[in-house]
């Protein structure tokens, strides 16, 4: 596959105008799944949480999870959007393994919830408006391992393996209407709507939204229209792409980047874009071309006729309504008033998508700007060396128990530093790698004059000179104790001892 | 007479997987078209305000309680697959090397 050339980013954005869309899948977390009582839960052996309506066996018949239908009212609602008095599953046909069916049972023209928009913050601070076209509810597909052929994708594979314990898991796509005027703005707008929907399900209490498992998925629409004189009509919409796979908050951020990029070149040399899916590689940063659309997106949608309609009561409704947590726009100037946040310091996290985390971490027990010193810190530098989403990497609960940890004196800031690798590398909770691998600091004072009075002997010229006043000559002992105790002890402690064991010589 | 062509029901024919030989793409063709014609004499009495029915029973708002119930096990789920390797089902795969 040749590598494609890209036009310079401002370069594209003086000859092209970025026009978006979006479609963001969220796995509801509800007990069951959407049209069976199988468990909501995949991930563990395979084809171990089916029943027969899963595999769409023979007499097996969809029941709706009312739960469902009550968590995406609420999202509905969260977005905006109006509810529909009455709305309809449809069955989308399509020849595919991941759902054993050969359709899957979808919503077409008379979506749960249409017509709502969603306040997002930019980087600068900014709020756009992103407007929501609709949202509705579907079963979620199974997965499927491609075994043989070179690259170990879908391209070249010898057969497939499905594992089904995912199909019909609950499933809502909330779709945009098109988005004009994100301009170079535009790869930052992706990334703080996904965000936002994230925040918004996550403040819900309906989805785990974890991307990195899956939970949200986003497919990111982009085209590019010549920009036009003023005074001139405005150019016709350009042919949209639809990139794939893109499983966290930093991709969708670079695929829409990406793409412009892309586009803008083959534009510029006088190509045509092709509408198509498009796959995104994280390792690689790029786009790659998928299936073209096709005679196979026509999904020949019709009514589910197993499956009747939904029309929730008024009551119903406003009783969901009633129960909605804040908007995010709210809740963002609340956080950043509880929790004291200069705008700078809320912005980084913000940007960083780390709200959730250090809200959970906060909630925990850890205070708001140790909760940000480690999400904002350490933890992105290290979900950055590894090309990692910072909150896949570890669990709000065990950074509040580092930060605890810290607090009580049993760890300095540079031992926690090691546990946290050694949470982040599966070690367990914090408590555990410490006692695994005996990080605690030395806080028995023993060892610690010990150490002292062997490192004060060996520099007999230092010794003398903070005996003369000269104290801050007690580093380099300080530092020589720190080395003996292989960074387990309070640096502060050592200089007090230090100090005490030098006067007393 | 109704307006299916040839060319729709060679297009449905692929979309549903169905080979067709060309004499059947024509009988059929015929068929659907007067299938059609039936179907279309409902519009002429249903008038705008006579919503699509999708369903010949007038309920609505079925739904399941939220609550885990029996599940098959793996040899069962697999019992009618044409192939799979113990846990999961083995399908042939559809898309050729990438150009």
């Known amino acids: ?359 959970e971490t906060v909630a925990a027990g850890a205070s708001p700007q140790a909760a940000r010193k480690w999400w904002s810190g350490e933890i992105s530098r290290i979900a950055n060396a590894r090309s990692a989403e910072a909150s896949s990497l570890v669990a709000p609960a065990d950074v509040a128990s580092l930060v605890a940890l810290i607090d009580s004196g049993a760890l300095n800031d540079r031992l926690a530093r090691q546990v946290l690798e050694g949470v982040i590398d599966g070690g367990g909770s914090p408590q555990e790698v410490v006692d695994a691998r005996g990080l605690a600091v030395v806080s028995d004072d023993g060892p610690l004059i010990a150490a002292i009075d062997e490192a004060l002997a060996a520099q007999p010229d230092v010794l003398a000179k903070i005996k003369d006043g000269k104290v801050q000559a007690a580093g380099a002992v300080i530092g020589a104790v720190m080395k003996a105790m292989k960074g387990q002890a309070d640096a502060a402690r050592v200089r007090e001892l230090v100090l005490e064991r030098a006067a007393a010589e | 007479m109704s307006e299916i062509t040839q060319e729709q029901v060679a297009h449905l024919a692929n979309l549903a997987r169905i080979a067709l030989t060309p004499d059947e793409i024509e009988s059929l063709t015929k068929e659907l078209g007067s299938i059609v014609d039936n179907v279309a004499k409902v519009s002429e009495v249903a008038t705008a305000d006579v919503p699509a029915t999708s369903h010949p029973i007038p309920l609505q708002n079925v739904y399941r309680d939220d609550v885990p119930g029996n599940t098959l096990t793996t040899e069962q789920a697999l019992a009618g697959a044409p192939d799979h390797d113990g846990s999961r089902f083995r399908v042939t795969a559809i898309l050729g090397e990438e150009q």
């Open chain 1, 1 to 359: 596959m040749a590598k494609a050339k890209l036009m310079d980013y401002d370069k594209a954005l003086e000859l092209f105008e970025p026009v978006l869309g979006f479609e963001v899948h969220v796995e509801l977390s509800t007990k069951t799944k959407m049209f069976s009582s199988a468990p909501n839960y995949f991930g563990g052996e395979p084809n171990t949480n089916i029943t027969p309506t899963c595999l769409g066996l023979p007499g097996s018949l969809p029941v709706v999870n009312g739960e469902a239908v009550r968590y995406s009212i609420s999202l509905g609602l969260a977005l905006g959007c109006q509810i529909a008095p009455s709305s309809r599953f449809a069955r989308k046909n399509y020849f595919y393994p991941d759902l054993a069916k050969n359709y899957q049972i979808s919503q077409f023209d008379e979506p749960i919830a249409f017509g709502g928009s969603v306040d997002v913050e930019l980087p600068d601070g900014r709020t756009f408006t992103v407007p929501i076209e609709r949202a509705h509810m579907e079963e979620d597909a199974g997965k499927l391992t491609h075994v043989g052929g070179s690259t170990g994708r879908i391209q070249g594979a010898e057969y497939s393996l499905v594992d089904y314990n995912r199909a019909g898991v609950p499933l809502v796509e909330i779709v945009t209407d098109i988005i004009y005027g994100a301009e170079k703005d535009a790869p930052e707008l992706a990334k703080a709507y996904v965000a936002t929907i994230r925040d918004i399900v996550v403040a819900l209490g309906i989805s785990d939204a974890k991307m990195e498992r899956g939970n949200l998925r986003c497919d990111a629409n982009i085209s590019l229209r010549p920009r036009t004189a003023p005074g001139e009509p405005p150019a016709k919409l350009g042919t949209r792409t639809e990139t794939k796979n893109v499983n966290s908050l930093r991709s969708v951020e670079r695929a829409i980047r990406y793409e412009i990029q892309r586009q803008a070149q083959i534009l510029a040399d006088g190509g045509t874009i092709t509408q198509e899916t498009r796959h995104w590689h994280e390792d690689t940063g790029t786009t790659s071309a998928g299936r073209p659309k096709s005679d196979a997106d026509d999904y020949r949608y019709f009514p589910e006729p197993d499956l009747l309609p939904v029309v929730p009561s008024p009551e119903l409704i406003e009783e969901l309504r009633a129960a909605l947590p804040e908007p995010p726009a709210a809740r963002r100037r609340r956080l950043k008033q509880e929790w004291g946040f200069t705008d700078l310091e809320f912005q980084d996290v913000q940007n960083a998508g780390l709200l959730v985390e250090v809200s």
